[in-house]
């Protein structure tokens, strides 16, 4: 009897940890998206180290994504976002010095 009951409590409690963590959805959305951006500005010639950096934390964040390690995936792709921004804005204003 007291067995089934402590079965039936560890599975609802494992169970509990499953669902508290949420998809980062959105944030690989952006990543996504402003990766794109950078690569259509040409980021990987104008500023390659930046680049490299957004496509190193890219393709972590959709590794972890895949492993469903969203925590770490939320914060890949967090700083993918930050760093292809960089490399977009660098690229941009070395295209516009340059003209």
Same mark, same amino acid.
């Given at each position: 009897? #007291? ?14 940890? =499953? ?11 952006? %990543? +996504?998206?402003?990766?794109? /951006?950078? &690569?259509?500005? &040409? ?5 390659? =180290?930046?680049? $490299?950096? /957004?496509?190193? #934390? ?8 895949? $492993?469903?390690?969203?925590?770490? %995936?939320?914060? #890949? %792709?967090?700083?993918? +976002? &930050?760093?292809?921004? +960089?490399a977009e804005f660098e690229a941009t204003k070395k295209l516009l010095l340059n003209q």
């Amino acid at each position: 009897m #007291y067995k089934n009951l402590i079965l039936i409590l560890c599975f609802f409690i494992i169970s509990a940890c =499953g669902l508290t963590t949420t998809r980062p959805k959105v944030e690989m959305s952006y %990543a +996504q998206a402003a990766f794109l /951006a950078a &690569k259509e500005a &040409k980021a990987e010639i104008h500023a390659p =180290g930046l680049f $490299r950096k /957004a496509e190193i #934390y890219y393709l972590k964040a959709k590794s972890a994504y895949r $492993r469903k390690y969203f925590n770490k %995936a939320k914060s #890949y %792709a967090v700083l993918c +976002q &930050k760093f292809s921004e +960089q490399a977009e804005f660098e690229a941009t204003k070395k295209l516009l010095l340059n003209q």
